[in-house]
DNA sequence: TTGTAAGCGTTATCAA
DNA sequence: TTGATAACGCTTACAA
């Protein structure tokens, strides 16, 4: 009993007698349809198994209500909380969403870009991908008045919407609770220089430093390009053997924050007295690894609620604006062992 | 500018005076069309910037090129890896991919099916919800031949492709490493009962123990509903409190034998030397917890790409065939500190 | 090789 | 309160 075609409402129609026009205002309640009318249409559509085909009231309508993301990778804590929380706000509100990956490949990004513009989703959630440097294909969205949410790894300029964190603070709070704790040697392992995130990441840590009178030496800061545990272990294993090797570390994720407390421990240095690691986004192994990782709060889940409501708020305006709107999210130091050298 | 409208192969048709049909077809590189006609629609196409209305497409073609994902929540490694593996196997195909949570309520995912299916995906991906028994609402899909995979969590019995890995020999192959390496009161925190993945491991490890004549206790066997790291914590503590405390434990899952190490090495116990733990998944904390956590490998990535190949495979047959086809995939004993206690 | 026209299922405008 | 009809953009059988 395969392969029979959909009901549509034209059946409805013709089992009722009434015209299409009649069961599709039924069917959505519609105030100009009587009630009786309405209920018998709605139980005949029940009775026959009937289910709206989206395809085409998408087409007629020219909306999709389909939110598309386009992300580095899903498999990371951080993208798959940020989906999660993106997929919570969407599901209520009746909008599917998309996935598409960059894998941090810049032609990757454009294509799904264009894939995700011929699907024609009605808004899109980014975070960039770490080769993107020009963001000229995103302009088809904006020209369409799509709304576009750049989230975590936003370009310095466009005008759309953003939710991100302040990266500049919370690089700078990482450094100082080091240097709070008696560390006076500070590295930083840092993503690359032109994604801004990470350059905000890195200036409030040099800040940091200034403001301490603490030496800022550019060969205890090391650029790594996918923060992989690979590159951490090389990082960390490259700056532990210099002349003057460093006596804290702050990492710009917990991936290689726990490179570099394995790395670290490897070669007798106990955490945190001898050496201390602040990482960050929080991500479940910083409470796992022993000591455990200090890091700085990434509210990933938040910040997906937060990009699927601004999507929702804007196709609701009728109007067509041009919004530069930037949400900042707070974030906070979490002390765990790695760097907790001072008793309180 | 903005809010311009789409242009369409009427467009393209209007401004090189053909008809639409030559347009789609061309556009297409349709052999029917000649050289000469192609070249000029596409280069038309590409100056006024046309994009293709995939709606249109699909309403017409009655086929939408979207998989549809049914999974109960997106932020767990085993299921971001899952749908990674999914994404990419799409993605080359040109096929979307649309994400829907259950939260493991059954509710909510007899909800998503049925939005899943109004949006006319072309197949369909699921792992069941913890709380799902029945599986009536997926029979929409089987009666429209639309591709229906399980993976992992799936039914006992449902005409449709599966994916998943021998639980059973999964269960006997971890309770058996535990009882080589010396363990004898082995105990076990199991997921629910009517979901069989579970307990066929628990099956497997019943029956582990009773191949090496090791005594098999109800009280040593903890189910637990949602295998949260909380659940893992109360498990382990009220089987540590009993009169003879097991040596050793078999968790279904890696958060709650991560629960079980950190509860264990809480209240003294030497790992591996007093108390043995293997996990299940490997996820990512397994090899960061100290000491590492033995585990079963579960390859979730893998399994993705698989069930993606189903669905696309079976969109390309044009017969309309009912298929029981069950992909098993292999599982390995990883073994790290957590359990070794003997020397090779 | 190209064109005509119908149709995919829905919705909105206008008329009754 | 209900109905007739056109339209959304694309594809395809059939005709030329």
Request: aromatic share 6%.
């Amino acid at each position: 009993m395969s392969q029979n075609k959909d009901v549509t409402i034209y059946d409805i129609a013709d089992a009722l007698n009434l015209s299409t026009s009649t069961v599709s205002r039924a069917l959505k309640n519609h105030s100009s349809i009587s009630k009786k009318t309405t209920l018998k249409v709605n139980e005949a559509a029940a009775k026959m198994q009937y289910t709206p085909n989206i395809l085409a009231s998408s087409l007629r309508n020219n909306k999709t209500n389909t939110i598309g993301v386009l992300i580095s990778r899903i498999n990371r804590p951080f993208m798959s909380d940020l989906i999660s929380g993106i997929e919570v706000v969407a599901q209520k509100a009746g909008f599917n969403v998309i996935i598409a990956q960059s894998h941090d490949s810049y032609e990757d990004e454009v294509n799904m870009c264009q894939a995700l513009y011929n699907s024609r989703v009605s808004g899109v959630i980014c975070s960039l991908a770490m080769e993107t440097k020009d963001t000229d294909h995103f302009d088809q969205f904006r020209n369409k008045n799509i709304p576009l949410v750049f989230v975590d790894r936003v370009p310095k300029t466009f005008t759309t919407y953003r939710v991100m964190i302040d990266n500049y603070s919370a690089g700078f709070k990482a450094a100082q609770h080091l240097i709070e704790q008696g560390y006076t040697r500070i590295a930083h392992i840092a993503g690359l220089k032109f994604r801004s995130i990470y350059n905000e990441r890195e200036q409030g840590y040099r800040d940091a430093l200034k403001k301490y009178n603490l030496p800022e030496e550019d060969n205890l800061i090391i650029h790594v390009k996918t923060m992989s545990y690979e590159e951490g272990e090389k990082a960390v294993n490259k700056l532990l053997s210099l002349e003057n090797p460093p006596d804290a570390i702050f990492s710009s994720n917990d991936t290689t924050a726990v490179a570099a407390i394995q790395v670290a421990k490897s070669r007798g240095l106990r955490i945190p007295e001898d050496f201390g690691v602040i990482g960050f986004n929080n991500d479940p192994i910083s409470r796992i690894i022993d000591p455990g990782l200090s890091t700085i709060s990434h509210p990933a889940y938040e910040m997906g609620k937060i990009s699927s409501k601004k999507i929702l708020k804007h196709l609701k305006k009728s109007k067509n604006e041009s919004i530069t709107e930037i949400s900042f999210l707070n974030t906070d130091v979490i002390i765990r062992g790695s760097s907790k050298r001072l008793k309180d």
